[in-house]
C-alpha cells in the first residue's frame, strides 16, 4: 500500500466523521471504499460510452470513401471557422491602432 495524504473541507470531514460513527472503520478504510467505488463507477462510464459509440458507428452504413469526405467536410468547416475568426480578430486590432 502507498501513503497518501488529503485535504478535506471541514464539512465534508465532519460529514465523514458521522457516516462512519458506530462502523469503528477508520477514515483511510472509509477513503479507500470511497475511492475504489469512484474507480469503478468512472470505468463502467467509459465502458458505456465506449459501447454506445461501437453501436452507433455500427449502425451508420457507411463505406470508408463517405466517411472520409464527411472528417474533410469537418475539417473544411473548421477550417473556415478559424478563419473568420482570425479576420474578425485582425479587423479589432486595426480599430483599435485607428484609435
Do not use: C, F
Not at 497518501?4 to 470531514?13: F, G, H, N, S
Not at 470513401?65 to 474533410?72: G, S, V
Request: glycine share 4%.
Amino acid at each position: 500500500m502507498q501513503r497518501t495524504q488529503i485535504y478535506l473541507p471541514e464539512d465534508l470531514r465532519q460529514e465523514v466523521d458521522r457516516l462512519r460513527k458506530g462502523t469503528k472503520e477508520s477514515m483511510a478504510e472509509y477513503v479507500r471504499k470511497a475511492t475504489q467505488k469512484r474507480v469503478q463507477e468512472d470505468k463502467k462510464k467509459k465502458a458505456d460510452l465506449n459501447k454506445l459509440a461501437d453501436e452507433v458507428i455500427g449502425s451508420l452504413k457507411i463505406d470508408k470513401k463517405t466517411a472520409n469526405r464527411w472528417i474533410k467536410e469537418i475539417r473544411e468547416e473548421r477550417r473556415l471557422g478559424d478563419q473568420h475568426w482570425e479576420e474578425r480578430w485582425d479587423q479589432a486590432l486595426n480599430r483599435i491602432k485607428k484609435n
